[in-house]
């Protein structure tokens, strides 16, 4: 295709589409599933332009907000949601969850190990962290994964009576496991009811949206928690994060958002709520888009003699790609790579910081409309062992692909 690429890498392109194939319908099925799931939900609800209107001050009774929350409901198969441009990004709406239902004394759970990092300082038992759960008296055990998967034979042990709220992280995160499935997700929450009828089960949904065509609340999780700027915003979303899940637990957070008392009642618009809406109807094509390019960058680094998790022919949980590039020299140039091709600061150059929350240096390539919006091609790692970079989103296929030769090329030759 284009000229900047080395004849090696173009053969190695055409090679990688093929095996793909396969792959790639099956990606494309979902997105028409999830394409139709949308249209329904967005006739059943009589979507129309009224709901696009801007609202300010307290924003009473604002039916845009109101059927956003109603149109996730019925999305997620959930009793309500909470879907707010208040919400700062998806650690904050974790962290609404965690603090709007946890109370002093109460015991929360890790069934997937290390929770991803941020969350880790929301707890604040890895690390002290100031204002942290565990400064509020809460609990925390986590439940230690198995050759990378979950232990469902071991959680009616580690649950117990005692036992408020169980995390489980859908997505990898910052690691090497692989992602639940809906199925993995279902077997779980069996099992922590199973011992504790009572004990929320609270998925971390993040880049999972869309990835199948089930989601958590489908298959008994009580709660489900993410980013507007990842899958589900398709793009088009300025910021923001969502809550699905049972009605009285949506409500338990909606006081931490705002105030007891006030709930889900306020919140203005403010930009436009027309881009949480178009980002919805957006966000199963753009998810697919994502996908294909993880697919492809799997199919690439692999036979370039890279270890790539997933595999390039694995079943997928969510848009992550891991690439093990192991030394930090490959990881900057790959992730300045991305940044290069991006339509964004693509003449800046990301250098490793000391992020926010997060417990290494790391370094990420986020050229975006959406400042840190990871559905849009972004790639980041922290600079410990194995040196993996973690490659995410992309809004078009053609833009995934061109970077990722890109950073393939960028490494073959330095
Ligand atoms: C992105 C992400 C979060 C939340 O991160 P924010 O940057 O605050 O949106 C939480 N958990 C996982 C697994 C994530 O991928």
Redesign the pocket.
Known sequence: MIKIFSQRLIDLKKIVLTEAAENFSRVEEISEHNTLKVLEAMRRLKISDAHFKTSTGYAYGDIGREKLDELFAEIFSAEAALVRTQF???????ATVLFGILRPGDEMVSLTGA??D??QTVIGHAHAAKGSLKEFGIGYRELNLVGGKVDVDAIKNFVTPKTKLALI??????SLRAPLTTCDIEKICAAVKAVNKNCVTFV?N??GEFVETREPVEVGADLAA??L??NIGGGLAPTG?YIVGKKNLVELASYRLTAPGMGDELGASLGTPRLLYQGLFLAPHVTAQALKGAIFAAGIFSKLGYKTSPLPEEIRG?I?QAIELGSAERLIKFCQTIQKFSPVDSFASPEPWDMP?YEDQVIMAAGTFVQ?A?IELSADGPLRKPFAVYLQGGLTFEHAAIGILAAAQALESS
């Open positions: 700062v990004s998806g650690t904050h709406a974790l929770p991803y941020t969350l992280q859908r997505s990898r995160g910052y971390d993040c880049y993410g980013s700027i990842k994060g969510d992550i929350g840190g990871s």
